[in-house]
């Protein structure tokens, strides 16, 4: 890689600046934008010490446990060595994602910084900003209505909304005066949100429809929760509903659309899931696209995968890199209290 020039932590401010502020720019959310300083929701890293306690079933908490005593590196790892890989779900995911759950229902952070977010999302020039998100928390979600920001999730209802994915795609017909012809547009201009590993609210009733409660209360008890915990599963479960919807977006936005995505800004994502780095990869060859990186910390073996790539730019706390050269890291441009400024 090539030394960084003096001036480098102002260069990458200038290219980090130029690509918020351009055409076609989607964005994937990660732990880190709902962190807010331990105030939010924890990270990945955080959640089995959190979440133990919570799983009654002894037996299954002890494997889990084992697992990580013996070497596995997280509770995804964890996950992953107890996986059958059968097309019937471990009781382990169930026990894990029930657990986040009841974690993370009470809680009721500070929604300022999402709020500023979406509204800046609002008011760009784009007929639709795309947001994928990684997360299972509501902040967006609840940030938007706060703002009065048009959002759309994929869902339509109230007390128990239903999926629909073609409401992605809805359009109206907006007047231009007494007598020019109507103009199609997105419509009221929303920001689409995309959640990958589905959401806190989100099961699957009896009948197999998506359903969404509201935020703070538990779906009725004979539903399945449609949150995926960190494991290797995520890659299988992704060919279901609703997420072959969601999926099938979010690789067209990357590379099969006619218009795909120029940028994509992942904030608080430290690309430790495979099944997302993929796709993201797949969009790397094209000339036209640029990722960006922000995040406090990437391992090693991350770090040196992406941070290469002439068309990437990498800021974290400890390093920094623009289109392969390397440099120092940077104070605070990582952080989303204040990447949610710069959109």
Known sequence: MAAAAPDFIKNIEAKVEEQLKAQRVGYLLGAGSSYLENTGYPLAL??????????????????????????????????????DGGAVDTPYRHLVTAAIADLFLPKSPSLDLHVE?????????????????????PLIE????????????????????????????????????????????????????????????????????????????????????LMVPPQRRK???????PYAALWST??????????????????GYGFADEHVNAVI?????????????????LTDTVWQRWSSKGNAVVVTEARCSLKGTVGPGHTDLWRFERLCKEV
């Not at 977010?117 to 609002?122: G, I, K, T």
């Not at 890659?235 to 509903?241: E, F, N, S």
């Not at 990869?281 to 995040?295: C, G, K, N, P, Q």
């Open 281 to 297: 990869e797949a969009a790397m060859v094209r000339s036209d696209f640029t990722l960006l990186i922000f995040t406090k910390a």
């Open 235 to 241: 890659a299988t479960d992704t060919m279901y509903p």
């Open 250 to 267: 979010f690789r067209g936005c990357m590379s099969q659309d006619a218009k795909p995505l120029h940028r994509l800004p992942g904030f």
């Open 142 to 225: 609840r940030a938007a209505e706060n703002a009065r920001v048009r959002l759309v999730d994929g869902f339509l209802g109230h007390e128990q909304a239903y999926f629909n994915s073609a409401v992605f795609s809805e359009t109206f017909l907006q007047p231009r005066g007494p007598r020019a012809k109507p103009t199609l547009h997105p419509a009221g201009l929303p920001v689409h949100l995309y959640k990958l590993h589905g959401s806190l609210g989100w099961y699957e009733d009896p009948t197999q429809e998506v359903r969404r409660c509201a935020f703070n209360v538990a779906p009725p008890s004979h539903a399945k929760r």
């Open 46 to 83: 955080e959640l089995w010490d959190l979440i133990k306690d919570r799983i009654t079933d002894e037996p299954k908490r002890r494997e889990i446990q084992a697992k990580l005593d013996s070497g596995a590196t997280g509770i995804e790892h964890a996950l992953d060595l107890l996986d």
């Open 117 to 137: 977010f979406v509204r800046r999302l609002a008011r760009r020039a784009d007929p639709c900003v795309k947001v994928f998100s990684l997360n299972y928390d």
